[in-house]
Nanobody, 116 residues
């Protein structure tokens, strides 16, 4: 059974930082493209950042220079370090694992709220 268990998130003031974690079980994360998406009410889920099997990364323009995605293969965990947070970063964040031969899996989602 595949599980992506998210942790982190919460309430932070503008300019603050948070780190999200996504611990995978039932899969080996380094064989997947791992990503973070976010969604706000009434909008489609959008890609925030992803890390490919060769460890290259890419980011949405809105988070470049502020967010960093990384993976710890020993812990089978992916992280999203979020700095200089803005109110428009407020959303539910989802971890995602994709392998074209196996399928796509999602974490349970975690709320990030940026507000003073």
């Amino acid at each position: 059974q595949v599980q992506l268990v998210q942790s982190g998130g919460g309430l932070v003031q503008p300019g603050g930082s948070l780190r999200l974690s996504c611990a995978a079980s039932g899969i080996i994360s380094r064989f997947y493209t791992m990503a973070w998406y976010r969604q706000t009410p009434g909008k489609e889920r959008e890609l925030v950042a992803r890390i490919f099997r060769n460890s290259t990364t890419d980011y949405a323009e809105s988070v470049k220079g502020r967010f960093t995605i990384s993976g710890d293969n020993a812990k089978n965990t992916v992280y999203l370090e979020m700095n200089s947070l803005k109110p428009e970063d407020t959303a539910v964040y989802y971890c995602n694992a994709h392998n074209s031969n196996v399928g796509t899996f999602w974490g349970q989602g975690t709320q990030v709220t940026v507000s003073s």
